[in-house]
C-alpha cells in the first residue's frame, strides 16, 4: 500500500536534545486494580507521543504520575534527567515545568482571560504585572485569541476556552505539555481550532504526550504512538507503521472500533 504523507512532517526525532522523560518499571494500584504495569517509556525532547487506547486502560494515570497528581508505588520518573520531587518547592517547579490541560479546561470562571494565563506568572514566578501582561498577549496571539483578552470563560466557546488553557499552561514555560483529550468535552467544529495550536506547538518543538481519539493529529503530528490495554504499553510505534500494521490483536481490535 503506498502511504503518502497527509500533513507536514513532524519534527525529526534525530534533531531533539536527549530523554526528557524516562519512566522505567513504574506500577500504580487504585486498591486491588493494577492500573499502570511495568510502564517502560521514553520521551525525547522535542518528540510528540500521542497515547491511544480503550478506556479505564490507564493513559491518564500514567499522564498524571508525570507531573505527580498520582503518586507510583515502584519504578522511577525523571523529568528533564532529575526524580520526581515528593513535595514542597520542588513540586511547585515540576508542576510549572510540566502543563496539563485537560478535557475540561478548569478555567477559572470570575477572572478574565487575560487574568486566568497572568495568575501563575504572577504567583508562582512572581513575575512583574506588565511583563506577566505582555507576554500573556503575545500567548493570546499565538492561540488566536488576542481579541479576547478582557472576556470571561463562559462568553468564550469551548475551542477558545480550550485555547485559553494551553495559552495558560505555556505562560510557564513548561518543558513538557501534557495534553488528556483536549478536544473530546468540545463540539464537532470546534476540535480543529484546538489541534492546529497543537500542531503548531508540535511543529515549535515543544515535547508532548497527548492522549487523543483524534487519529488523524495522532497520523500527521506523532512522531511516536503509544497504544496501552490493560495498564500496559501493548504497541510503540511510529504512526504510518502502527496505523498500517498493528502488531497485536488488542491494537487491531481497537483500531476497527475507532476507525
Ligand atoms: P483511561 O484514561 O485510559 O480511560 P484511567 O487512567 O483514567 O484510564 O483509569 C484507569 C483505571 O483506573 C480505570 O479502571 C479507572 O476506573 C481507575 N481509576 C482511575 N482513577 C482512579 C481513582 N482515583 N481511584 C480509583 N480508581 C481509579
Ligand atoms: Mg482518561
Do not use: W
Request: with cysteine; hydrophobic share 45%.
Amino acid at each position: 500500500m503506498t502511504d503518502a504523507p497527509t500533513a507536514p512532517t513532524p519534527p525529526d526525532p534525530a534533531a531533539s536534545g536527549g530523554p526528557l522523560v524516562v519512566m522505567q518499571g513504574v506500577n500504580k494500584h487504585f486498591g486491588s486494580l493494577h492500573v499502570l504495569r511495568d510502564i517502560d517509556l521514553t520521551v525525547d525532547e522535542g518528540e510528540v507521543v500521542v497515547l491511544i487506547g480503550p478506556s479505564g486502560s490507564g493513559k491518564s494515570t500514567l499522564c498524571r504520575t508525570i507531573n505527580r497528581l498520582e503518586t507510583i508505588e515502584s519504578g522511577t520518573i525523571t523529568v528533564a534527567g532529575r526524580p520526581l520531587p515528593e513535595e514542597g518547592r520542588g513540586l511547585a517547579k515540576l508542576r510549572a515545568e510540566v502543563g496539563m490541560v485537560f478535557q475540561s479546561f478548569n478555567l477559572f470562571a470570575h477572572k478574565t482571560v487575560l487574568d486566568n494565563v497572568t495568575l501563575a506568572p504572577l504567583r508562582v514566578r512572581k513575575m512583574r504585572r506588565d511583563e506577566a501582561e505582555r507576554r500573556a498577549r503575545a500567548l493570546l496571539d499565538r492561540v488566536g485569541l488576542a481579541d479576547q483578552a478582557g472576556k470571561f470563560p463562559a462568553q468564550l466557546s469551548g475551542g477558545q476556552q480550550q485555547r485559553v488553557a494551553i495559552a495558560r499552561s505555556l505562560a510557564m514555560d513548561p518543558k513538557l505539555m501534557l495534553f488528556d483529550e483536549p478536544t473530546s468535552a468540545l463540539d464537532p467544529e470546534m476540535i480543529n481550532e484546538v489541534l492546529e495550536v497543537m500542531r503548531s506547538l508540535a511543529a515549535e518543538g515543544m515535547t508532548m504526550i497527548v492522549v487523543t481519539h483524534e487519529m488523524g493529529f495522532a497520523r500527521s503530528a506523532a512522531n511516536r504512538v503509544v497504544f496501552m490495554a490493560d495498564g500496559q504499553i501493548v504497541e510503540a510505534r511510529e504512526p504510518a507503521e502502527f496505523f498500517e500494521s498493528p502488531n497485536t490483536a488488542r491494537a487491531r481490535d481497537f483500531l476497527s472500533k475507532i476507525l
